[in-house]
Structures are given as C-alpha cells and as structure tokens.
C-alpha cells in the first residue's frame, strides 16, 4: 500500500520517469509522517541552502537551480540526515520521526546510493558495539582479518550496486571513502581498547602493516569535510597520533598536573601540520578545545594558556563565538554561583526560571529530549533510583528538543508527576548555557546557588 502510495506521490512530483536526467535543476521531495517540525532545511556543510515549509499533507518540495554534486544534509528539527544530490536529480524521502533513520526510504534517482549510504549508517551504529564488546580484545592479526572481512562484505555490495545502477563516479568515491574511513578509523582507536580490554600493562606491538592506509589519507578533500565517518576517523586519528607522538618524544609529558594541556596541545599542532582545508580545520580545533574545555578540571591558568595556544594556530576559526561562550558558560556554572537565570514553561503553561525553581530548596536539574525513547526510559528508571539516593532533594526533569505537546503526552503515558517537569522551546541557548555535554549531566543546587554544575545522573 505505502509503496503504491508513494509511487504515485512521485509520479505526480516529478512528471514522468523518476530517473530520467533531462535539466540540471534538481527536484527533492518528500513526505514527513509524525513531523516535529514544519519546516525542512537543506545545508551543504554548514551553509544553509534553502528550506521548505511542510504542506497540510506534511509534504515538501525543494525545486533548486543547478547546485554543485555532492553531499547535502537536511534537517528536520531536531534531526538530521544525509542526501546525495546530482544535477538533474529527482528524489523523494519518506521518513516517520519516531523512527527517523530507521524509517527513512530514498526513491527515484540516485536512490540506490542515498539508501545504501543510510545502510551504512546503521550498520556502523551496530558494528561499533560489535567492536567494544568482542573484537578490540582480539590479537591485532585477528583484528585486522575481522575488519577486512566487514570491510570487504560492503565493498562488494558497493561494486554490485554501481554495475546495477547508474552511479557517478564522485557518487561511487564518496560511498568508498565512506566505508575506508570507517573501517580505518577502528584501526585508530585499537590500541586504546585492547590495552584496556585486555589489562595489558603496555600497548601491544602492532605488525608494520597495522596503519599501511596511513600514506593514504586525504586531508584536504573538501568533499569528505561534512561526511561523519570521514570526521570520526579524522578525530581518532589525530588523538591516536597526539598520543604515540608524545609517548615517544616528551619524557613525563603525558603525567601530572599538566597532562591535558600539554597533550591537547600537541594535538593543535599536529592538526595545525596535517589539514589544510579550512573546514576541517576548523572543525577539528573546535573538537580540541570542547574535549580540552569540558575536561573541567584543569586549573584556569592552564585554560588561559591554551586558549592562547588556539587563538595562535587556529585563526578566524569560524567556531570561536560558540567556543568562548562554552567557556563563559563553564564559568558560570562553577560552585557558589546562581544557577543561569532561563525560563521554562510548566506542565500547566506557566513560564518560570531556574532560579525560582531552585529556591528555598535543595534541587538535582536533570535534562532529556522526547526523541530518542529508549535513552529516556533509562533517565527516568535512574531518577527513580536517585529519589532514594537523595531524598532531600527535588529531582526537576527539563525537556529539550521535543514539541510541547508530544512532551505532555510522553510524561502522561510515563506516569509521571509533571509537577518536576519543565520544558524549553530555545534547545540551543540552554544547551550552551548549561553546558549540556553530555545530556546525561545533572545540575545540583541548594537555594538556586550551584553545588556540582557538572554532575551526571549515572554517577550520582
Ligand atoms: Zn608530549
């Protein structure tokens, strides 16, 4: 039924034939069931290049110009996905938020490529356990034989496809590139976790050929700048490479009071070597200084020093408003100061701040977002837990990233008291404000002055 559906919906989108190429413009469709928003927006990297409202049949449509091949991301507040557009393509997306990356169907032109790219999505997602659980224990010629073998299974799917299918060769590169990072980047991070899984007092001495793709690597492709696993590798890479480099040269360097700094900095300065494409660049420094800033312990003079050292080799970084304040935030949110003063609205639509939320009592600040159900079930078993744990204070949920109403049907269908419950609208502000890396933090405060502004609700 769905699939007749849809095939008509594309019919009547795109004319005729949905793979036929006959202008540069470029037709991309598509059908929202359960929206969280009423708006699409379409960025390439970080720029936005249009967006489209949602019709009362929860329908869009971008008719764009011809616009550059390449990887585009769209954005469905607050999701987000990948899609890759060719000159004259037609394609459609159907996709159920509650589900998002699990429901999503490409059709129509290039549809084999954006559907096995979403594939390769989610089999990382699940591969990545696979690895943490069984495989960074193995022996590294082990290891390097299972990942061949993952490896080699998408490779063939990939070459099957584009003898199937008409795929471009930028289409067939960005695909590939895909599956090498991804698989390299495991390479990055296995001499970290076996040490660990296996209690081995010293890394294990890997074969010559354990990094042979390293004479390989692209720093500078500006079409991989924007694509996840492309970045992920590039972030393992560069703390593997901060690492050896440090073990080997610097004698005491990676102990004491010091540690943190002296080791972001030699990460700054390799990135700072290596990448030469702006974007990346950028990108990469701005995961330096919140890996470095959210690290909160380290003394403010050593802060000082390296937010001199970024300023010195990452200039005009396009990142640097979002970084300072991050800092400032980290500032405000130390001991002894009031909790930031942002308002929230009440189960019963009565907008109140933190500040006159904490008052007078002792208060854990909890936050989750409606989108991802199994990770709320989890917070809320865990506040459970904390009641006993703590049961002079007033445990307060805050709800982000989820339409208010969806937000009251969800706490309904918990059997929650909304009494504790708050919700935001503004994600982004009291993300930044809070500082919440990860969401999992809690804020505690006796009389709406901060206690621990950096606590978690798993380790409380
Ligand atoms: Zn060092």
Not at 22 to 47: C, H, M, W, Y
Not at 73 to 101: A, C, W
Not at 342 to 360: A, Q, R
Request: charged fraction near 25%; aromatic fraction near 12%; charge should be neutral.
């Amino acid at each position: 039924m769905n699939r007749i559906l849809l095939f008509i919906v594309i019919v009547l989108l795109v004319g005729c034939s949905s793979s036929k190429k006959d202008s540069d413009r470029i037709l991309f469709a598509g059908e929202i069931v359960n929206p969280t928003s009423n708006q699409v927006v379409l960025f390439k990297g970080g720029k936005k290049i249009d967006s489209a409202q949602l019709d009362y049949k929860n329908r869009f449509k971008f008719n764009l110009p011809a616009i550059e091949n390449g990887l585009y991301h769209f954005n469905l507040s607050p999701e987000y996905q990948y899609v890759y557009l060719e000159k004259g393509d037609s394609l459609m997306v159907r996709l159920n938020t509650i589900y998002f990356d699990e429901s999503l169907v490409f059709s129509g032109s290039n549809e084999e490529l954006n559907n096995f790219q979403l594939e390769l999505f989610l089999s990382a997602e699940e591969e990545d356990g696979a690895m943490y659980s069984q495989y960074y224990e193995l022996e590294p010629e082990d290891f390097l034989k299972k990942i061949a073998s993952l490896k080699n299974e998408k490779l063939d799917r990939l070459n099957e496809l584009k003898t199937e299918s008409a795929m471009s060769q930028g289409g067939y590169e960005l695909l590939m590139s895909n599956i090498e990072y991804s698989y390299n980047r495991y390479k990055e991070i296995y001499p970290f976790q076996h040490k660990r899984k296996t209690s081995e007092e010293i890394m294990h001495d890997l074969p010559k050929n354990f990094y042979a793709y390293r004479d390989n690597i692209n720093y500078n492709n500006p079409n991989l700048t924007y694509l996840r696993p492309y970045y992920d590798f590039m972030k393992a890479h560069f703390g593997n490479l901060s690492y050896m480099a440090c073990a080997k040269g610097c004698p005491n360097g990676n102990s004491g009071t010091g540690k943190q700094l002296h080791f972001n900095k030699h990460k700054l300065h390799l990135i700072d070597s290596l990448v030469v494409e702006k974007e990346l660049r950028d990108n990469l420094f701005r995961n330096v200084a919140f890996d470095y800033l959210l690290k909160k312990k380290d003394e403010p003079e050593n802060t000082e020093i390296f937010l001199k050292e970024f300023k010195n080799v990452s200039k005009n970084n396009m990142h640097i408003e979002e970084i300072k304040n991050l800092y400032q935030g980290i500032l405000n949110l130390q001991p002894s100061k009031v909790i930031p003063n942002l308002s929230v609205i009440s189960f019963d639509k009565e907008i109140k701040t933190l500040t006159e939320i904490g008052k007078d009592k002792k208060v854990l600040f909890y936050f989750w977002s409606g989108t991802n159900k199994k990770q709320y079930q989890e917070i809320f078993k865990r506040i459970e837990v904390l009641k006993d744990k703590r049961p002079d204070h007033e445990l307060v949920g805050i709800n982000i990233k989820t339409d208010y109403n969806d937000w009251k049907v969800i706490l309904k269908n918990l059997d929650v008291d909304p009494k504790l419950q708050y919700h935001t609208e503004n994600f982004k502000e009291l993300t930044e404000t809070l500082v919440l890396y990860p969401m999992n933090k809690a804020i505690i405060t006796d009389n709406a002055i901060i206690v621990d502004g950096f606590s978690n609700i798993y380790y409380n």
